[in-house]
């Protein structure tokens, strides 16, 4: 979002309707008074368009069954990865993943980068792919998230 100042009073601001129809904006649960407020700002202007996920960031929409795996496609043969289970969608759902997965599984791979933010997302995110094959392979978070953005769809659609 820092790249798309859609809001009226700053500097340069897109009018998104203009531009791209109807955006819908997915963004990460943050609850500093900044970003609310900065939130609040947003729905102002696009209303419904706006999701903020229940999680804190979409990496942690990942089913535990889905992370378990991707983690384990980090660590190298000789690694033990059994350390790496026992845990729910619920404790990591509030909290930065990248060190939730480096305090939970001793391996060589680190995924926390700078200021705890998981580091090669895109590289992470292409592992995770080939795991969501059905419906069933979605956390809860996710499935109501996918719903949420078809109903958009249909919505512009009609």
Known sequence: MDHWSFLPGEPHPINVDRLCGKAFVIMDKDESERKMKWQERVRAIIGERLIILPVRE???T???S???LVVREYALKSEDTDSFDGFGQADYSDVRLA???DNKIAIKHKFAGDYDVLTGKT???ERA???LNSWDD???DAQNL???IAEFIRGSNT
């Open 66 to 68: 889905v992370l378990k």
């Open 146 to 148: 996918a719903l949420e």
């Open 129 to 131: 792919l080939p795991h």
């Open 58 to 60: 979409i990496e942690n």
């Open 99 to 101: 060190p939730f997965i």
């Open 123 to 125: 590289k992470f995110c």
């Open 138 to 140: 979605l956390s809860e």
């Open 62 to 64: 990942l089913s535990p």
